[in-house]
């Protein structure tokens, strides 16, 4: 069974939003700080942002104010919120099933691709 599964992204235009979805094993959702990570073509896998059971946040700077991540609980599913997507979004996402400060210990997901035309 994969740890987490990544979905919500495709090919959107600039200022348009999208909602991304990490489905989690129940365990996983129950016990690990997680967090979302992105990276463009040529460059390398950064963080976007993390959340704590407890629901406690943080985001890179890049992130701060137009992504907001968030837990559902029922659905134990960790969203990440983007708005006002601009083409330097164009990666892929991926979800950590365990964050230790802001780097992944754990599992990834398969990664969802967000596309912003310009």
């Known amino acids: 069974q994969v740890p987490v599964v990544e979905s919500g992204g495709g090919l959107v235009q600039a200022g348009e939003s999208l909602r991304l979805s990490c489905a989690a094993d129940?365990?996983?959702?129950?016990?690990?700080?997680m967090g979302w990570f992105r990276q463009a073509p040529g460059k390398q896998r950064d963080m976007v942002a993390t959340?704590?059971?407890?629901?406690?946040?943080n985001y890179a700077d890049s992130a701060k104010g137009r992504f907001t991540i968030a837990r559902d609980n029922a659905k134990k599913t960790v969203v990440l919120q983007i708005n006002s997507l601009k083409p330097e979004d164009t990666a892929v996402y991926y979800c950590?099933?365990?964050?230790?400060?802001?780097?992944?210990?754990?599992?990834w997901g398969q990664g969802t691709q967000v596309t912003v035309s310009s």
């Open positions: 129940a365990i996983i959702f129950g016990v690990n700080p």
């Open positions: 950590c099933s365990l964050i230790v400060d802001t780097r992944c210990f754990g599992s």
């Open positions: 959340i704590t059971v407890g629901g406690t946040t």
